[in-house]
C-alpha cells in the first residue's frame, strides 16, 4: 500500500542552522508529494508540494525535490529561524480523485536563538 | 479565508458514552477526511468522504462511524467511547482535482476517562 516514512525527531537546531528532514515513501505509480506544517495550537497547512519526478516545490525558504529514483521528497532550509519551530509531515496523495492521502509521523523542529 | 471548522477544541466523556466529532467546510469540496494524530504514529486516516452519502474506511476504522448527509459536513460517531480513543482529532477536505491540498480544522481534543 502507500506509505510515508520520515526521520524521527525531535530536531534541535540553534538559529540559522542547516534544516533537512528526510522522508522517503512506498507507493503504486506516481503519486504527488507534499509537506505540511503544524505550528502549536494550529491545524496543519500546507508548506510546499511537487507533483512529479524532479519537481522541485519551495516556499518561505524551505526546499524539497521529488526524487524518484530514490524514492525520497527530503525538506531542506538552509538558515532556519526561531519561528520555524512546528510540526512537519511529510504526505502523498495518490487517488484518481485526490482522495487517497497519507502521512508520515511528523518531525518535531526546534530552533533555538 | 477558507475553513474548515470543528465543532469542539476539547471535549472529555466517559466510557461507553456515544460520542459526536462535527467538522464542516465551507469550500464546497467533495473530499472530507478523519483523521487522528498521535505521538509517535502521525496522522492515521480513520474514514474519508468522497461524496455525500458516501464513505470509505480508512486505516483505522474500528470503534468509528461516520455520517455526511449534506456536503459541507463530516461527522465522526464514537459509538461507545474507549479510553484508548483519547487523542487528537483531525477533520480536512479537498476537492476532487489531482495535487491540489487538503485544508485542515484546528482539531478536536478528546479525553475518554
Known amino acids: 500500500g502507500n506509505s510515508v516514512t520520515q526521520m524521527e525527531g525531535p530536531v534541535t537546531l540553534s538559529e540559522e542552522a542547516f534544516l533537512t528532514i528526510n522522508c522517503t515513501y512506498t507507493a503504486t505509480g506516481y503519486p504527488s508529494l507534499f509537506w505540511y506544517v503544524q505550528y502549536p495550537g494550529e491545524g496543519l497547512q500546507l508548506l510546499l508540494k511537487a507533483t512529479k519526478a524532479d519537481d522541485k516545490g519551495s516556499n518561505k525558504g524551505f526546499e524539497a525535490t521529488y526524487r524518484k529514483e530514490t524514492t525520497s521528497f527530503h525538506l531542506e532550509k538552509g538558515s532556519v529561524q526561531v519561528s520555524d519551530s512546528a510540526v512537519y509531515f511529510c504526505?502523498?496523495?495518490?487517488?484518481?480523485?485526490?482522495?487517497?492521502?497519507?502521512f508520515g509521523a511528523g518531525t518535531r523542529l526546534t530552533v533555538k536563538p | 479565508d477558507v475553513k474548515v471548522t470543528q465543532s469542539s477544541r476539547y471535549l472529555v466523556k466517559r466510557t461507553g458514552e456515544k460520542v459526536f466529532l462535527e467538522c464542516v467546510q465551507d469550500m464546497d469540496h467533495e473530499n472530507m477526511f478523519w483523521y487522528r494524530q498521535d505521538p509517535g504514529l502521525g496522522l492515521r486516516l480513520i474514514y474519508f468522504s468522497y461524496d455525500v452519502k458516501m464513505k470509505e474506511k480508512g486505516d483505522i476504522p474500528e470503534g468509528y462511524s461516520v455520517s455526511r448527509e449534506k456536503k459541507e459536513r463530516f461527522s465522526l460517531i464514537l459509538e461507545s467511547a474507549s479510553t484508548n480513543q483519547t487523542s487528537m482529532y483531525l477533520c480536512?477536505?479537498?476537492?476532487?482535482?489531482?495535487?491540489?491540498?487538503?485544508?485542515f480544522g484546528q482539531g478536536t481534543r478528546l479525553t475518554v476517562v
Open positions: 504526505a502523498l496523495e495518490r487517488g484518481y480523485n485526490n482522495n487517497d492521502m497519507r
Open positions: 480536512a477536505s479537498s476537492p476532487s482535482t489531482p495535487d491540489s491540498e487538503a485544508f
